[in-house]
């Protein structure tokens, strides 16, 4: 049975984003709690345990890549989403390696953040060792990465040569990434 996303804490400066997501995910029966700052969202929960935490990785006083591994520690349980407007493999695995459990770009759609949440919710944590581990990181940086593709694909128009630039790598490489993936 779906282990099902009762609370959440969304951290981000942009106030209108910040307001809709919490309204959406409120609507969906999501107890869904607000912080303009990494330093807010570290004390809200620090206060109060949240099922989600979604934060955003480009912040004026403090990215939130920074915040991760204490954000780990406050709530080891918790699902970490970090959300980007400039998804890029780096930071993907960057996020990962620091406490993420995934990183999706913006602007994020309500139900398929629950989605992701509840899927990474209901995997089972395992060491950092040991195939199981390996496997799961894996395929969630191929997710990862498939999103990060799609989204320089949509900024550039569809337009190849364009979102290879965009993320930093040879125009070749990504047509092998998008044969391989099937993006």
């Given at each position: ?25 409120r ?10 700052t990494?330093?807010e ?14 934060i955003?990785y ?5 990215d ?70 390996q ?11 498939r ?12 337009v ?6 965009l ?14 993936i099937?993006?």
């Amino acid at each position: 049975m779906a282990q099902r996303i009762a609370t959440a804490l969304v951290v981000d400066d942009d106030d209108a984003f910040r307001m809709t997501l919490q309204g959406a995910l409120r609507r969906r029966g999501v107890l869904a709690r607000t912080a303009a700052t990494v330093d807010e969202g570290i004390l809200a929960l620090e206060y109060e345990p949240a099922d989600l935490v979604v934060i955003d990785y480009r912040m004026p006083r403090g990215d939130g890549l920074s915040a991760l591994a204490r954000l780990r520690q406050i709530q080891p349980d918790a699902v970490i989403v970090m959300l980007t407007g400039y998804g890029d493999i780096p930071l993907a695995v960057a996020a990962v390696r620091e406490g993420a459990d995934t990183l999706l770009t913006k602007p994020v759609d309500a139900d398929r953040l629950l989605r992701e949440a509840t899927a990474l919710r209901e995997r089972p944590r395992s060491s950092a060792s040991g195939p199981t581990s390996q496997q799961s990181a894996s395929l969630n940086l191929d997710e990862m990465e498939r999103e990060t593709i799609r989204a320089a694909l949509k900024q550039s128009g569809g337009v190849v040569a364009s979102a290879a630039r965009l993320l930093g790598i040879d125009r070749r490489t990504l047509q092998r990434k998008l044969k391989k993936i099937g993006v």
